[in-house]
């Protein structure tokens, strides 16, 4: 019983196997090429189950998706012979699934290659034809525009890929030329702190002159005014003595002399040499005070 069911075994999973080779699955994410022999008998596989006959045939598949190139920065001339260090990226996709196996025989880092060689010479082409100020800010979306247009142009056509987008990320000069711009900045922005610098030097002595002048002005203005009102406090009171004299001359004649007293005999070493009968001694008389 054993010996009849083996074969039957052997038969089952000999056509399993073979209906597993025979049959293969290309997803919606996949483009895929038939071989028969090595040649391509069915140029763009749908996605989707099919059948193929073992040996004979053969299945390439390759990723439909956008993929992403991110070339190496690389140094570009520009039209007035500036180097340029330029860092860039591609975005591409498989457009003509046997045209993509002929050039590259489906390998994707073959297509890389191939596909960073003419962005390089396209770039080299597009950086030539404009000037530094240009391809940083004038036209640095229009070089982009119409670099993808060709590329695309060129890609479908000998590798069968499509060029969606190419993108500069950076753009650098070299670092001997950027040592230079940078001490030229330095230099630039040292001369306008020093103009700067300068000018707020001439502001501040102008402000300082004008204080100076308003402070003299308002200085003699005050004397001015303390002087008027020093001679008016003098007239008030000479006319205060001059009433108090009117008023009663003997007793500001009194007056005057205790006063010229008070300040001659101020000091303990004061000597006055007078006659006594000298008008300075007249209300010290005991006879002339009666």
């Keep these: 019983m054993q010996s009849k069911s083996l074969p039957l075994i052997i038969i089952v999973a000999l056509l399993i196997l073979v209906g597993q080779s025979s049959l293969y699955i290309v997803k919606e994410t996949e483009r895929a090429v038939l071989l028969k022999f090595g040649e391509v008998a069915d140029a763009d596989v749908a996605p989707g189950l099919h059948f193929k006959i073992p040996v004979v045939n053969k299945v390439r598949k390759f990723d439909s998706r956008i993929l992403t190139l991110d070339a190496r920065p690389q140094a570009y001339l520009t039209l007035e012979k500036k180097r340029l260090i330029v860092d860039s990226f591609v975005k591409w996709r498989v457009a003509d699934v046997q045209k993509y196996y002929t050039a590259t025989s489906g390998d994707e880092f073959k297509a890389a290659q191939l596909l960073s060689d003419r962005v390089d010479t396209g770039l080299r082409n597009q950086f030539g034809e404009r ?12 070089l982009m525009a119409v670099l993808t247009k060709k590329l695309s142009e060129i890609a479908i056509k000998e590798l069968g890929v499509e060029v969606v987008d190419v993108r500069v990320k950076r753009i650098d000069l070299p670092q001997e030329v950027s040592e230079s711009v940078y001490n030229r900045m330095r230099t630039e922005r040292e001369r306008e702190a020093r103009e700067l610098r300068s000018r707020g030097n001439e502001l501040a002595e102008g402000i300082r002159a004008d204080a100076d002048r308003q402070k003299t002005v308002i200085v003699a203005e005050a004397y001015r005014e303390s002087e008027e009102i020093r ?52 209300y010290l008389d005991k006879n002339a005070a009666q």
């Design 231 to 282: 001679g008016e406090g003098d007239a008030v009171a000479a006319k205060n003595y001059a009433d108090a004299y009117t008023g009663d001359p003997e007793f500001y004649s009194f007056y005057r002399s205790l006063q010229a007293y008070r300040e001659s005999f101020g000091g303990t070493g004061d000597v006055l040499v007078l006659k006594p009968d000298s008008d300075f001694f007249k």
């Design 131 to 142: 000037t530094v100020t240009e391809v940083v800010s004038g036209e640095r979306e229009e």
